[in-house]
């Protein structure tokens, strides 16, 4: 392979690929020279084909791959044995954890007579959780995680159905995902785009009588519009048309505010009653026929009078429908931080893919070796062989259990040894397995590939997963706030819906809380907890959610901190020294307030006194 040209990127790391080369030069090297002129945009070419080739290692299909695009003739013969889906799976459980649990904060400070606030996040805590238990939601993120730990990034969809009376939950191919950024590049990677589309082919369908077509899902935020209604045009096809008021102005939906001096329509949001806003979110789903379009039509900018929209099963038209919320309900996942000015992720076998192509090579050549040393090639010499009466030629020989050959006085029989070879090949898979280890930083103990005796201690096998946590806690903080989000939308989404149990006001901040991602020496943590509230530089609080991440079979930590309480004595006396306040003693044990006369209990004298 020549180099072309230089390019540094998001998938710079996949550039000795022939199949990443320039899209507008076609060739037989080149397969997505074919998307050139179709409504991909030139720049995602690259990102598409980053995701196709992870997904063919993935699936074991790298070889075929080579072999399709002319990176390796032999790729065909290439033996792949599923090291990088066990990559993939092993990061995801690690990232993972044990659990994923929906936190609110402040919840946990709602013990039996709680604060308005706390009873709220109680409230919210509780209805999430049972949305989660409807939705599926651990296996939605193990969908969506698995795809951003495999492709660098992952798409949640949000929408509410009127149904259902709940929030719908979908995870998507990132490779349909086509966000719309400003063109002067000052959109920092952290922020939302204003325009996103989805998009898909839709393949011929000659028993329908369908053509090839493409779907696009798009949703935008833009001013508030004026009410509209299903419409339908002269030959019937459905639109939306907006409607005018009796003055001829334009007509406006209920509890929205037209300011005639500037024609800006505002609303107030239930998780924003004391912020009008002027924007809302448009949804528009059309598909056109692949036919219609041109070469200079790309995804952002298909001819409109081509589209037909599609109708939703309550029949409101998909043309720019007002979904009455003020944000975007898609959330983008990236399996990593995105490096300044970028918005892709960087999946977690990117560094190590030509490390899995090494690996895969030398177990192809294992293979062949093993051929070669479990049937070894024999050259004999003075060999009375067997001779075929038709031809007069001698017989093929065919080494067989029982064979028998009869030796000249010099003949010789001599065996090629391919042992030495297969065991130099082995070792160097043990070689690189260990260069994937370390430089994936999942180590060769987070793979289970390391010996146990070569851990003298458990600190040294802290040390060992060393990378591994280091890896865990950044997959964990790309992820953070974009669960945050998605829960925010979760708690808008359903106010919005007017929902039962979800009244106006402002969202409450929930997250996902992982489990550990190790196992953890719960006796040396409980050890560790004793000793730090008893020395009182822990408080209970502190040490109880240290029991629980360790994974003791805690479930609501205020509940048993109280069980605590009721039977701390020792801590109650020491209560009693220092304020003499006998109610605050009572309330701290869980005793109802003392009655207001003391009963005289009647001694008995000692026996012989009178």
């Known amino acids: 392979m020549r180099l072309r ?10 550039d000795y690929k022939p199949a990443m080369a320039d899209p507008r030069r076609a060739g037989r090297r080149n397969e997505w020279a074919k998307l050139t002129g179709s409504w991909v945009p030139d720049e995602d070419l690259r990102r598409l084909a980053a995701y196709r080739m992870l997904a063919a290692y993935d699936s074991n299909q790298a070889g075929q791959l080579a072999a399709v695009s002319g990176d390796d003739e032999t790729g065909l013969e290439r033996r792949e044995l599923g090291d990088a889906s066990k990559l993939v799976d092993t990061a995801l459980g690690y990232l993972l954890g044990s659990e994923q649990t929906i936190s609110v904060a402040g919840a946990e400070r709602a013990d039996d007579e709680p604060s308005p606030e706390a009873a709220a996040a109680l409230a919210v805590q509780d209805r999430l959780r049972a949305w989660a238990e409807k939705e599926l939601l651990p296996l939605r993120v193990q ?4 795809t951003a730990i495999l492709l660098g990034d992952a798409v949640y969809s949000l929408a509410w159905d009127p149904g259902k009376q709940r929030v719908l939950l979908r995870t998507w191919d990132p490779g349909l995902y086509f966000p719309e950024w400003p063109e002067d590049g000052e959109h920092d990677g952290a922020e939302f785009p204003a325009r996103v589309h989805l998009a898909w082919e839709l393949p011929e369908d000659e028993r329908r009588g369908l053509k090839a077509r493409l779907r696009r899902i798009t949703y935008e935020l833009a001013p508030i519009a004026p009410a509209s209604r299903r419409g339908t045009t002269s030959d019937g096809t459905p639109v939306r048309e907006y409607l005018t008021a009796e003055d001829g102005g334009p007509a406006v939906i209920a509890g929205d505010t037209l300011t005639p001096e500037t024609g800006a329509i505002t609303r107030t949001y239930p998780w924003a009653p004391k912020r009008p806003s002027a924007w809302t979110c448009f949804l528009t789903d059309a598909e056109w026929d692949l036919d219609d379009l041109k070469h200079a039509d790309v995804l952002y900018d298909l001819p409109m009078h081509k589209a037909r929209y ?17 944000f975007i309900p898609l ?32 177990d192809t050549d294992s293979s062949g070796a093993s051929a070669t040393t479990g049937t070894p090639i024999i050259g004999l010499a003075g060999a009375r062989l067997p001779i075929d009466r038709t031809t007069g030629q001698p017989l093929p020989v065919k080494v067989r259990a029982g064979t028998v050959w009869q030796l000249n006085d010099n003949g010789r029989m001599d065996v090629l040894d391919t ?20 430089n994936s930083r999942l180590t060769a103990a987070g793979l289970g590939t390391l010996d146990p005796t070569a851990l003298p201690s458990g600190y040294a096998l802290q040390l060992a997963l060393g990378p591994l946590d280091t890896l865990v806690a950044a997959m964990r903080l790309a992820r953070t706030h974009k669960y ?8 808008r989404l359903h106010q919005a819906g007017q929902a039962d149990g979800w009244p106006t006001g402002e969202s409450l901040p929930a997250r996902l809380v992982w489990g550990p991602h190790t196992p953890t020496d719960r ?29 003791y079979p805690i479930d609501d930590a205020q509940q048993e901190i109280t069980r605590i309480q009721l039977r701390a004595f020792d801590d109650a006396a020491r209560l009693a020294d220092a304020t003499g306040d006998n109610a605050a003693v009572r309330d701290y044990l869980g005793l109802p307030p003392a009655a207001d006369e003391m009963p005289q209990i009647q001694v008995s004298p000692p026996a012989g006194e009178s």
């Open 310 to 326: 599609r109708v939703r099963s309550d029949g409101e038209v998909l043309d720019r429908l007002d979904l009455m919320v003020d």
């Open 331 to 362: 959330v983008h996942v990236t399996n990593s931080i995105p490096a300044s000015g970028e918005h892709w992720g960087k999946p977690t076998v990117a560094t190590v893919l030509q490390a899995l192509d090494e690996l895969s090579a030398t």
């Open 5 to 14: 040209d230089l390019i540094t990127d998001v998938w710079s790391w996949l």
């Open 484 to 491: 945050a989000v998605l829960l925010r939308m979760v708690q």
């Open 143 to 146: 969908q969506a995680e698995r």
């Open 523 to 551: 006796a040396a943590v409980l050890d560790e907890v004793v000793k730090g509230v008893g020395a009182g530089v822990l408080s209970v609080e502190t040490g109880v959610r240290m029991l629980m991440d360790a994974g």
């Open 419 to 438: 042992s030495a070879q297969l065991a130099e090949l082995r070792a160097r898979v043990d070689h690189v397995l260990d260069r994937i280890a370390a």
